[in-house]
C-alpha cells in the first residue's frame, strides 16, 4: 500500500499480457496463432483514431451513452452518511455494461473478417450483449451457458433466442459460468478458422483482460468527467461488483491515479465467506490457473477448481480478472463481499427509495455502498457502478418470496 | 540419455514407431490402474502417457471430460497420480512414462515440490496443455534439472517459425496435435499431417508422435508411416466408459484395441 503512489498503471499488462505476476496466456497451441493475430490486430487499431471514432460513434447512438451518473438522493438521506451516487450503466442498451465489451469486440470480429461469434454467459446479460451486435452485424452467433444458469435467467435465453442467437446449455462440470466458459474455448479451438470468441469479462488469456478493460474504461471515464461537472471534485469512493470485474475494472481503471479516490470491489459472499459457499477468491481463494490466466481462484488442496455459490449468476464464478488480482496485492483496491441476504435487502430498498431496480450482481455493490456510506460524512461521495438492471432477476426474487409469476 | 530418448532411439534402430496410449489416471478407479498399466506394456506400447485429473479440462472433449470426473469421484490428485508411476516403477524400469494434464494441480503443489517428487517416482515427461512455451521459460529448465523431459504441443495452426522455437525448449518428443479441435474429434487428414511432418522436420530432429482422431488400426498405420509415434486416447477411454462395471473387460476392451493397432502399425 505504501508504495502505490510511485506505480505506473499503464504500465500492465507488459507484453505478454502480465499484471505483475497474474496473467499471460495459458491455453492449448491450437489457439496460440489466433491471440497473436488478435493482439497484433488491437494494437493496430487501438491506435488508429477512426477506430476509436467509430467505437464512440456505436457507444452514442446505439448504446445511448453516456449514461447518467445519477445522485440518489432519497437513498442518501435514508444513511444518513455519505452520498450515493449511481453510474446508470442499467440505462444502456440491452440494460448493462456488457454492451461496452460486445461492440468493441465486434468490430474486431468485423475487422478480422470472421462471419461468427460465440460467446459464455452466465447471468445472461454478455449472452443478450453479444447477441445483439451479433443481429446488428449479421453475424452467426451461438452462446454457451451453463444449464443451471438457463434455468435461472430463463427471461435472457428467450431474449437471446428472439435476437436470433442459438443458446447452447452446458450440462458438464457444475453447469455455470466456469463450464460454459470451457464448452466456448472447446468451440473455439474446434472452429478457429471462421470464429471470433468474445469473452465477456476482463479475464481469460491476453489480450483478452487487457482489449475488455480498454472497452469497459469508457464507463470510469465518463463518470470522473460527470463528477466533476456534478458535483464540482472527484468522488472519494468507488464501489463495484466483482465477479469477472469488467465493470469494476471499467470504472476503477480511469481514477487508479487519483490517490484521494478508495475503490472496493465487491465479491459475491453467498451465505458468508465463513461457510465456504460463495465465490469471493480475491477474499478466500489463491494464486492458480485457469481459463488462460494466472489469477487468484477457488481451488482445492489439489488444485481442482470448486463449485462456487451466489445468488446471482453473473458472480457465479471461481476466477477473476488478473488486473484484480495485481490490484488487490499492491493494496490499490480493497476487495469486500457483500452475501446473498444483503444484495437482496439492497435491492428491495433501492427499488422502493429511488424507483430503480438493480441486477442481483449489481445489488452486491449496492450493498456494500449503503455500509461503507454510513461510515462517511455527508459531504463525501460514493459513486456506484449499477452496472445492469433487474428485470432478469424478478423470477428469482419472486422465487425467494414464494410467488409463482 | 533419457528413458524416453532411448526408447525412440531403440525404435528407430528396429524400424518401428511408437505407440503411446493415453489413459485417464484414477479412471474408473484407482485400482484399475496398475495392472492397466502393465497390460498395456504387455500389449505392445512404447510410452504411456497417464492423463492428471483436472475439473476444467479445456481442450479435452466429451470422452476425456467423463474420464475426469470419474477418477475425480476417487478424489484422485497429482499426489496419487504420482504414487500410482512410483507402484508402477517397481516391476517396470523401461517404459517411459508422461504426465499429461493442465497446469494448475502442478502450481498448487509447487514446481520445485513437484519437479522432485515426479522425477523421484519415475515420471519421465511432463506435458502440460496450457502451457505454452511462453509461459514455461522457469518452468521448463527446472523440469529438465530433475530428468524430466518437457513435451510441447505443435498444432495445425504452429506457424513454422514458433514451431522453431517450439522445438528448442522441447525435449524427448513433441506431440503434434492432427486437427483443429478437442480430443475425441472425427475428422483425422493424413495428407495433410503428412505435409505438416515434413515441414516440422526441417526445423527439429525431436521425434514426433501424433494425437488426436486417431480410432483404429488402419488410422494408427496410416499416422506410423509418417510419424514416429501413435498417441491414441479417447477410443481407449471409451472402452472404460463402456464397461464401468467391470473392470476386467475394460481392460480386454484397452489391449484388443491396442494389439490390433500394433500389429497394423508393425505390419
Same mark, same amino acid.
Given at each position: 500500500? &505504501?508504495?502505490?503512489?510511485?506505480?505506473?498503471?499503464?504500465? !500492465?499488462?507488459?507484453?505478454?499480457?502480465?499484471?505483475?505476476?497474474?496473467?499471460?496466456?495459458?491455453?492449448?497451441?491450437?489457439?496460440?496463432?489466433?491471440?497473436?493475430?488478435?493482439?497484433?490486430?488491437?494494437?493496430?487499431?487501438?491506435?488508429?483514431?477512426?477506430?476509436?471514432?467509430?467505437?464512440? =460513434?456505436?457507444?452514442?447512438?446505439?448504446?445511448?451513452?453516456? &449514461?447518467?451518473?445519477?445522485?440518489?438522493?432519497?437513498?442518501?438521506?435514508?444513511?444518513?452518511?455519505?452520498?450515493?451516487?449511481?453510474?446508470?450503466?442499467?440505462?444502456?442498451?440491452?440494460?448493462?455494461?456488457?454492451?461496452?465489451?460486445?461492440?468493441?469486440?465486434?468490430?474486431?470480429?468485423?475487422?478480422?473478417?470472421?462471419?461468427?461469434?460465440?460467446?459464455?454467459?452466465?447471468?445472461?446479460?454478455?449472452?443478450?450483449?453479444?447477441?445483439?451486435?451479433?443481429?446488428?452485424?449479421?453475424?452467426?452467433?451461438?452462446?454457451?451457458?451453463?444449464?443451471?444458469?438457463?434455468?435461472?435467467?430463463?427471461?435472457? !435465453?428467450?431474449?437471446?433466442?428472439?435476437?436470433?442467437?442459438?443458446?447452447?446449455?452446458?450440462?458438464?462440470?457444475?453447469?455455470?459460468?466456469?463450464?460454459?466458459?470451457?464448452?466456448?474455448?472447446?468451440?473455439?479451438?474446434?472452429?478457429?478458422?471462421?470464429?471470433?470468441?468474445?469473452?465477456?469479462?476482463?479475464?481469460?488469456?491476453?489480450?483478452?483482460?487487457?482489449?475488455?478493460?480498454?472497452?469497459?474504461?469508457?464507463?470510469?471515464?465518463?463518470? =470522473?468527467?460527470?463528477?466533476?461537472?456534478?458535483?464540482? =471534485?472527484?468522488?472519494?469512493?468507488?464501489?463495484?461488483? !466483482?465477479?469477472?470485474?469488467?465493470?469494476?475494472?471499467?470504472?476503477?481503471?480511469?481514477?487508479?491515479?487519483?490517490?484521494?479516490?478508495?475503490?472496493?470491489?465487491?465479491?459475491?459472499?453467498?451465505?458468508? !465467506?465463513?461457510?465456504?459457499?460463495?465465490?469471493?477468491?480475491?477474499?478466500?481463494?489463491?494464486?492458480?490457473?485457469?481459463?488462460?490466466? =494466472?489469477?487468484?481462484?477457488?481451488?482445492?488442496?489439489?488444485?481442482?477448481?470448486?463449485?462456487?455459490?451466489?445468488?446471482?449468476?453473473?458472480?457465479?464464478?471461481?476466477?477473476?480478472?488478473?488486473?484484480?488480482?495485481?490490484?488487490?496485492?499492491?493494496?490499490?483496491?480493497?476487495?469486500?463481499?457483500?452475501?446473498?441476504?444483503?444484495?437482496?435487502?439492497?435491492?428491495?430498498?433501492?427499488?422502493?427509495?429511488?424507483?430503480?431496480?438493480?441486477?442481483?450482481?449489481? &445489488?452486491?455493490?449496492?450493498?456494500?455502498?449503503?455500509?461503507?456510506?454510513?461510515?462517511?460524512?455527508?459531504?463525501?461521495?460514493?459513486?456506484?457502478?449499477? &452496472?445492469?438492471?433487474?428485470?432478469?432477476?424478478?423470477?428469482?426474487?419472486?422465487?425467494?418470496?414464494?410467488?409463482?409469476? | 540419455?533419457? *528413458?524416453?530418448?532411448?526408447?525412440?532411439?531403440?525404435?528407430?534402430?528396429?524400424?518401428?514407431?511408437?505407440?503411446?496410449?493415453?489413459?485417464?489416471?484414477?479412471?474408473?478407479?484407482?485400482?484399475?490402474?496398475?495392472?492397466?498399466?502393465?497390460?498395456?506394456?504387455?500389449?505392445?506400447?512404447?510410452?504411456?502417457?497417464?492423463?492428471?485429473?483436472?475439473?476444467?479440462?479445456?481442450?479435452?472433449?466429451?470422452?476425456?471430460?467423463?474420464?475426469?470426473?470419474?477418477?475425480?469421484?476417487?478424489?484422485?490428485?497429482?499426489?496419487?497420480?504420482?504414487?500410482?508411476? /512410483?507402484?508402477?516403477?517397481?516391476?517396470?524400469?523401461?517404459?517411459?512414462?508422461?504426465?499429461?494434464?493442465?497446469?494448475?494441480?502442478?502450481?498448487?503443489?509447487?514446481?520445485?515440490?513437484?519437479?522432485?517428487?515426479?522425477?523421484?517416482?519415475?515420471?519421465?515427461?511432463?506435458?502440460?496443455?496450457?502451457?505454452?512455451?511462453?509461459?514455461?521459460?522457469?518452468?521448463?529448465?527446472?523440469?529438465? /534439472?530433475?530428468?524430466?523431459?518437457?513435451?510441447?504441443?505443435?498444432?495445425?495452426?504452429?506457424?513454422?517459425? *514458433?514451431?522453431?522455437?517450439?522445438?528448442?525448449?522441447?525435449?524427448?518428443?513433441?506431440?503434434?496435435?492432427?486437427?483443429?479441435?478437442?480430443?475425441?474429434?472425427?475428422?483425422?487428414?493424413?495428407?495433410?499431417?503428412?505435409?505438416?511432418?515434413?515441414?516440422?522436420?526441417?526445423?527439429?530432429?525431436?521425434?514426433?508422435?501424433?494425437?488426436?482422431?486417431? /480410432?483404429?488400426?488402419?488410422?494408427?498405420?496410416?499416422?506410423?508411416?509418417?510419424?514416429?509415434?501413435?498417441?491414441?486416447?479417447?477410443?481407449?477411454?471409451?472402452?472404460?466408459?463402456?464397461?464401468?462395471?467391470?473392470?476386467?473387460?475394460?481392460?480386454?476392451?484397452?489391449?484388443?484395441?491396442?494389439?490390433?493397432? *500394433?500389429?497394423?502399425?508393425?505390419?
Amino acid at each position: 500500500m &505504501s508504495d502505490s503512489n510511485s506505480i505506473d498503471y499503464t504500465s !500492465v499488462p507488459d507484453q505478454h499480457g502480465h499484471f505483475g505476476p497474474y496473467g499471460g496466456r495459458f491455453v492449448s497451441e491450437t489457439l496460440m496463432d489466433a491471440l497473436d493475430e488478435l493482439e497484433a490486430l488491437y494494437n493496430k487499431l487501438s491506435g488508429e483514431p477512426e477506430f476509436q471514432a467509430e467505437f464512440d =460513434r456505436d457507444l452514442a447512438h446505439y448504446v445511448g451513452r453516456p &449514461s447518467p451518473l445519477y445522485f440518489a438522493e432519497r437513498l442518501s438521506a435514508r444513511i444518513g452518511g455519505a452520498q450515493i451516487w449511481l453510474k446508470r450503466e442499467d440505462l444502456n442498451h440491452t440494460g448493462a455494461h456488457k454492451v461496452n465489451n460486445t461492440i468493441g469486440q465486434a468490430l474486431l470480429a468485423k475487422h478480422m473478417g470472421k462471419p461468427r461469434v460465440i460467446a459464455e454467459t452466465g447471468a445472461g446479460q454478455h449472452g443478450v450483449a453479444t447477441a445483439t451486435v451479433a443481429a446488428r452485424l449479421g453475424l452467426k452467433c451461438q452462446v454457451y451457458m451453463g444449464a443451471e444458469d438457463v434455468k435461472r435467467q430463463a427471461l435472457n !435465453v428467450y431474449r437471446m433466442k428472439l435476437l436470433g442467437a442459438e443458446v447452447i446449455p452446458v450440462t458438464s462440470g457444475s453447469k455455470t459460468l466456469k463450464d460454459a466458459m470451457n464448452e466456448a474455448m472447446r468451440d473455439w479451438v474446434t472452429n478457429i478458422d471462421d470464429t471470433f470468441y468474445i469473452i465477456g469479462t476482463v479475464a481469460g488469456p491476453h489480450p483478452y483482460p487487457q482489449l475488455v478493460r480498454d472497452f469497459q474504461c469508457v464507463i470510469g471515464r465518463e463518470a =470522473r468527467e460527470q463528477c466533476l461537472a456534478q458535483a464540482g =471534485r472527484l468522488p472519494d469512493a468507488l464501489v463495484a461488483c !466483482v465477479g469477472g470485474g469488467s465493470n469494476a475494472i471499467g470504472l476503477f481503471h480511469p481514477f487508479l491515479e487519483d490517490q484521494d479516490v478508495a475503490m472496493y470491489g465487491v465479491e459475491a459472499g453467498g451465505d458468508g !465467506v465463513e461457510t465456504g459457499r460463495h465465490a469471493a477468491p480475491l477474499a478466500a481463494g489463491q494464486p492458480g490457473v485457469l481459463h488462460g490466466n =494466472r489469477t487468484y481462484l477457488m481451488a482445492d488442496e489439489n488444485g481442482q477448481i470448486i463449485e462456487t455459490h451466489s445468488v446471482s449468476a453473473g458472480l457465479d464464478y471461481p476466477g477473476v480478472g488478473p488486473e484484480h488480482s495485481w490490484l488487490k496485492d499492491i493494496g490499490r483496491v480493497n476487495y469486500v463481499d457483500a452475501t446473498d441476504t444483503e444484495a437482496l435487502a439492497a435491492f428491495r430498498e433501492l427499488t422502493r427509495i429511488e424507483g430503480i431496480m438493480p441486477a442481483l450482481e449489481s &445489488s452486491h455493490a449496492v450493498a456494500y455502498a449503503m455500509k461503507l456510506a454510513a461510515t462517511m460524512r455527508p459531504d463525501q461521495i460514493i459513486v456506484v457502478n449499477l &452496472s445492469g438492471r433487474g428485470d432478469k432477476d424478478i423470477h428469482t426474487v419472486a422465487g425467494i418470496d414464494g410467488i409463482s409469476i | 540419455m533419457s *528413458r524416453i530418448e532411448q526408447c525412440f532411439a531403440a525404435l528407430r534402430a528396429e524400424g518401428r514407431k511408437a505407440l503411446i496410449p493415453y489413459v485417464t489416471a484414477g479412471d474408473p478407479s484407482p485400482e484399475m490402474m496398475l495392472p492397466l498399466m502393465h497390460e498395456l506394456v504387455e500389449a505392445g506400447v512404447d510410452v504411456i502417457e497417464l492423463g492428471v485429473p483436472f475439473s476444467d479440462p479445456m481442450a479435452d472433449g466429451p470422452v476425456i471430460q467423463l474420464a475426469m470426473e470419474r477418477a475425480l469421484a476417487h478424489n484422485v490428485s497429482l499426489r496419487d497420480v504420482l504414487d500410482m508411476v /512410483r507402484a508402477f516403477r517397481t516391476t517396470n524400469q523401461t517404459t517411459p512414462v508422461v504426465l499429461m494434464g493442465y497446469l494448475n494441480p502442478i502450481e498448487k503443489m509447487g514446481y520445485e515440490v513437484f519437479a522432485e517428487q515426479a522425477a523421484q517416482a519415475g515420471v519421465d515427461g511432463v506435458l502440460t496443455v496450457d502451457l505454452p512455451p511462453e509461459e514455461a521459460e522457469q518452468v521448463a529448465p527446472l523440469f529438465r /534439472r530433475h530428468g524430466l523431459d518437457c513435451i510441447f504441443l505443435l498444432a495445425p495452426t504452429t506457424t513454422l517459425e *514458433r514451431a522453431r522455437r517450439i522445438c528448442e525448449h522441447a525435449s524427448g518428443y513433441v506431440y503434434y496435435v492432427s486437427l483443429k479441435g478437442v480430443t475425441g474429434s472425427a475428422a483425422l487428414n493424413v495428407t495433410e499431417v503428412a505435409e505438416k511432418l515434413e515441414q516440422l522436420r526441417s526445423v527439429t530432429d525431436l521425434p514426433i508422435g501424433v494425437g488426436f482422431g486417431i /480410432r483404429d488400426g488402419a488410422s494408427a498405420a496410416a499416422i506410423a508411416g509418417v510419424a514416429d509415434g501413435v498417441v491414441v486416447g479417447s477410443v481407449l477411454v471409451n472402452q472404460i466408459a463402456a464397461n464401468v462395471g467391470d473392470l476386467e473387460q475394460a481392460r480386454a476392451g484397452i489391449t484388443a484395441v491396442i494389439r490390433d493397432m *500394433r500389429a497394423a502399425m508393425d505390419r
